[in-house]
């Protein structure tokens, strides 16, 4: 298994370029998250999905949208990137016993 | 009151000491309690589940006080790898982190 997959892993954008970060997960995982974390600060949630087709809203929704239209992806968007949007971004999947298990994370300066 | 809390320190403790820290949660129906570790720079992994019970694994123990609403996290003989940050988490839907403690073990 593979677990939890994140890609890219680095990236580079400037301020209004939009992109798209992908999370993948091979462990038939209902729940899904996307957090960001910001240096010296906890995990803030973003996004998360209860299951296929369906989304909702964490902490720190805005400036993202999120979709899930395979159970084993979840998909974050950034449409106009702003500064403050710079941050590593981490996917998760909840296991049956609430265990979460995390990506390795997503590097993002937005310039 | 935030859903979670934790002192975010950092502790600094020397090698071979015992440590302890605490995180409260507001939400009086939780069942399951977390504590993750998460070395810099890198995704964040499960250390221990905390039940009503308590739960232990070799120099650690996590315990829970349902009526105070805190789980704790107790390490002893600490050591340099212990170095972390680490977070609980109570879950619900949403799973909300604790901003964490930063543990520095010194020489």
């Known amino acids: 298994n593979a677990g939890v997959t994140q890609t890219p892993k680095f990236r580079v954008l400037k301020t209004g370029q939009s992109m798209t970060l992908l999370c993948a997960q091979d462990m038939n995982h209902e729940y899904m998250y996307w957090y960001r974390q910001d240096p010296g600060m906890g995990l803030r949630l973003i996004h998360y999905?209860?299951?296929?087709?369906?989304?909702a809203k964490g902490e720190v929704p805005d400036g993202y949208n999120v979709s899930r239209l395979k159970k084993q992806n979840f998909l974050l968007g950034l449409e106009s990137a702003a500064p403050s949007q710079t941050s590593v971004y981490f996917c998760?999947?909840?296991?049956?016993?609430?265990?979460?298990?995390f990506g390795p994370g997503t590097r993002l300066t937005v310039t | 009151r935030k859903e979670v809390e934790q002192d975010p320190g950092p502790f600094n403790v020397p090698e071979g000491a015992t440590v302890a820290f605490n995180c409260t949660y507001s939400?009086?129906?939780?069942?399951?309690f977390f504590w993750y570790r998460q070395d810099c720079r890198k995704e964040p992994k499960l250390l221990m589940s905390v039940y009503s019970s308590g739960n232990e694994d070799g120099r650690f123990t996590a315990q829970l006080n349902r009526a105070s609403q805190y789980i704790s996290l107790l390490i002893r003989d600490s050591k340099l790898s212990d170095s972390a940050t680490y977070l609980c988490v109570v879950p619900d839907d949403k799973i909300i982190f604790g901003k964490g403690t930063r543990l520095h073990i010194l020489p």
């Open positions: 998760a999947s909840l296991g049956d016993n609430y265990e979460q298990y």
């Open positions: 939400n009086s129906a939780s069942q399951s």
């Open positions: 999905s209860v299951g296929e087709g369906t989304t």
